[in-house]
């Protein structure tokens, strides 16, 4: 027990840690604070371990920002990175959870008291990390950190580490936790609650709107990955039937047997990667699946619908424990490649084009736009839309979501650091040459040769066979404009993995096996937050006619969804039809949009904790320092988008010259149908751009004013739910420890017969 604090429910006084009686009948539903001192005490070889690991982590680093000569070994990434995160979940996230959550286990999670088989449903800690993580990593640690490569590896590696550990992790730890002492509510739902109905509403309709560019993006990136390619669609199509024999497998044929059903899963995912390329050299499978990208992004469109309308352990949990295995493990397994192989990166730290800004991939200086393309994988406002959509339902005890939300982050970097490397480890002028838009290399061999040679970069001197043999080593008809990240993704791992595996023999079965985990990766926080965004849509409509409200009620779920859909789905065909490249003008915009997310979720929870109490106010910085820079980075970059000059910078710069071009009919820039798509494309952006901008200045002057306030009275209104006393018991982390194991041991019987009864 702590004092007690003036925070509020109603009118009267609570405690932040009010009495909870567990049934006595039961075995303990949560170990003891005896229990946790012991697991916790320093002993000598724990020391060693630490510091070891702690020197280990310094001379990587070293080697990365100081040493560094013309070339640097890729295993110094791996190092730095792992060393980086086992301390900061180590130490940092229990700085968190010791002096902000604060959790007890001794309280039901909301999937325990409102268990409907649908939406709440207590779930094993370890399919609700490969759920979690598969639904957080999407596009943007694929993508980001490949397109930021042009600015150099060292200020994206940085950014990627550093900024996990003390901005992106902690706000999918904070926000997870905080959603689920309130029911699983949304961002928008909570900022409605802590911020008032002007700063509520701003974030429900920052929310709604932002959610429709993300997922827009991270669909656009499937369809740039698949488009032409039978392989990939084969496979990854056959991912859908696989998901859902595992749900109906893992709930009525033999419930609770994970390790078994994970087994298949994967034995049946293997079969589909190289079904797939059987398929793919038959005449009826170029038939059937080779499809171009308009038709795939109607594809993606009627996938999430359905995925987001149907009970989420039928699709949604078992597609993303499936992705999970493959995600974790390829990384894995690319780490270990680079390892065994040591690839010498001859990228330089610092590009000419992270000084200048003018880089062909994507325009703008070092500071903001980094910070802003390397949004995933350091700090991702989407995650806050998983982290208060479908994860907080879903999560057994409290003590859990350090694991699934702080480790689940930490796990998205290392994606994000693996896909940095790929990036940098293969030749300097195929990656500008795949990541070019195709206005500037006409879509040719032969035109890409010639700008990727007129850039005038040391040591790149590009020539038509090295990109034709390349194209053949993979398996494709090219490999030329293949924006998005994916692509360059594939490449780079098939390339790595080619010398550690197999040889260039298996250089085509690597590079579709890459495809089919990004795709794997994207879709399912395509389908997931469909799923968040019709959550949201319910709630919002819900003050108007409440009984959207109600998430079981299924015409409300059909046209919430419908309407999300059809938002997304709008953007998506823009992006594809892009003459521009989609991604290289849409992803900027995105990057923004996410990152301005983040800081409308760092201000909710910074507000959140203000009100818990007088004890809470001196560890506000760990929330607000994010929050701080977050804001900086994100408001520079809209008003370098808003309002830079420069057309290859500014959305409105660029409007305007191509509306000139199409008054005068200057063709220069491209014909009329050209010149109309850009014109029709800057102006969305640029104007969702304004209006991101000044919703989320709105939320955060909110926040600032409430904690003010908080802080000055010594605390604020509860909206917690009332707690329950739990009936559950299970570990907090991956790996039990020995009283965890003696606990569950005593709790197998009873759980054992909720499991079978849940079947029925």
């Not at 194209?471 to 594939?490: D, H, N, Y």
């Not at 199409?662 to 220069?668: A, N, P, V």
């Not at 029709?680 to 926040?703: D, H, K, P, Y």
Request: hydrophobic residues 55%; aromatic residues 10%.
């Amino acid at each position: 027990m702590t004092a007690p604090s003036s925070r509020r429910r109603g009118a009267s006084l609570v405690d932040d840690d009010p009495v909870i009686a567990t049934d006595p009948n039961l075995p303990p539903v949560a170990l003891s604070e005896e229990h946790h001192r012991r697991s916790n005490r320093w002993t000598l070889p724990k020391i060693l371990i630490w510091v070891a690991i702690a020197l280990l982590g310094a001379v990587a680093w070293t080697m990365l920002a100081i040493v560094r000569g013309e070339t640097v070994n890729a295993i110094w990434f791996v190092f730095a990175a792992v060393c980086t995160y086992l301390i900061g979940y180590r130490f940092y996230s229990k700085v968190i959870e010791k002096y902000i959550t604060r959790p007890d286990d001794r309280r039901a999670t909301p999937a325990e008291v409102r268990q409907d088989g649908k939406d709440y449903v207590p779930t094993d800690r370890r399919v609700l990390y490969g759920h979690h993580f598969a639904a957080i990593a999407g596009a943007g640690p694929l993508v980001g950190p490949v397109l930021a490569a042009q600015m150099g590896y060292l200020p994206g590696t940085i950014w990627i580490i550093v900024g996990v550990v003390l901005a992106g992790a902690v706000q999918d730890y904070t926000v997870l936790f905080f959603s689920m002492r309130r029911g699983g509510r949304t961002i928008g739902q909570m900022a409605r609650q802590e911020l008032g109905r002007i700063g509520g509403t701003a974030a429900i309709v920052a929310s709604l709107l932002i959610m429709l560019i993300i997922v827009a993006i991270l669909a656009l990136v499937v369809v740039n990955a698949l488009g032409e390619s039978p392989w990939g669609v084969f496979s990854v199509a056959m991912t859908i039937p696989i998901a859902l024999f595992m749900g109906v497998y893992l709930r009525f044929l033999r419930p609770g047997k994970v390790t078994e059903v994970s087994i298949i899963g994967f034995v049946l995912l293997m079969a589909a990667i190289i079904g797939g390329g059987w398929v793919a050299g038959t005449d009826w499978g170029q038939a059937i699946f080779h499809l171009d990208r308009t038709t795939i992004a109607w594809g993606i469109i009627i996938y999430g619908f359905i995925a987001a309308v149907l009970p989420v352990w039928l699709l949604l949990a078992p597609r993303d424990y499936l992705s999970t295995f493959m995600k974790i493990g390829v990384i894995v397994m690319l780490a270990g490649a680079i390892i065994l192989v040591r690839p010498e990166i001859s990228v330089p730290a610092v590009s000419i084009f992270g000084e200048n800004g003018l880089g062909p991939v994507f325009a703008g200086p070092l500071f903001p736009f980094l910070f802003v393309t390397i949004a995933c994988g350091a700090l991702s406002g989407f995650h806050a839309l998983i982290a208060s959509g479908t994860t907080p339902k879903l999560v057994e005890k409290e003590r859990q979501t350090r694991f699934i939300g702080y480790g689940g982050m930490l796990m998205e970097s290392f994606v994000a650091i693996m896909a940095l490397v790929a990036a940098i480890s293969i030749d300097q002028g195929i990656y500008f040459a795949m990541n070019a838009p195709s206005a500037v290399t006409q879509g040719t061999v032969e035109g890409a040769v010639a700008f990727v040679n007129s850039l005038g970069l040391t040591g790149v001197n590009i020539t038509p066979e090295m990109l034709t043999s390349t194209a053949a080593a993979v398996g494709e008809e090219t490999i030329v404009s293949r924006t998005g990240g994916a692509p360059t993704l594939a490449l780079g791992l098939a390339h790595i993995m080619q010398q550690a595996l197999g040889g260039q023999a298996l250089m085509a079965f690597w590079y579709h096996f890459a495809i089919m985990f990004e795709a794997l990766f994207i879709l399912t926080a395509v389908d997931a937050g469909t799923r968040v965004a019709r959550f949201m849509l319910q709630d919002s409509i819900g003050a108007w006619f409440p009984k959207f409200r109600d998430v079981s009620w299924r015409p409300g779920v059909w046209i919430c969804t419908a309407i999300m859909v059809a938002g997304w789905g709008a953007i998506l065909i823009l992006g594809v039809t892009d003459p521009l490249g989609g991604i290289n003008t849409f992803f900027p915009l995105f990057g923004i949009a996410n990152q301005l997310l983040a800081a409308i979720a760092l201000a909710v929870v910074l507000a959140i904790v203000a009100k818990r109490g007088r004890s809470y106010v001196k560890w506000l910085w760990i929330i607000a320092v994010p929050l701080a820079f977050t804001a900086v980075v994100t408001v520079t970059a809209s008003m370098y988008k808003i309002v830079s000059p420069v057309p290859s910078i500014g959305y409105w710069a660029n409007h305007f010259r191509y509306r000139e071009a199409l008054e005068t009919g200057d063709t220069s820039l491209g014909e009329p149908v050209v010149l109309e798509a850009v014109i029709r494309n800057t102006a969305v952006q640029g104007t969702l751009s304004i209006i991101f901008v000044t919703l989320a200045l709105i939320v955060m002057i909110a926040a600032v004013v409430v904690t003010i306030k908080a802080i000055r009275n010594g605390g604020g209104e509860n909206t917690e739910d009332e707690p329950v006393a739990s009936r559950r018991f299970a570990p907090a982390g991956f790996l039990p420890n020995a009283d965890e194991r003696a606990l569950e041991k005593e709790w197998e019987p009873i759980l054992s017969d909720e499991r079978k009864a849940s079947t029925h």
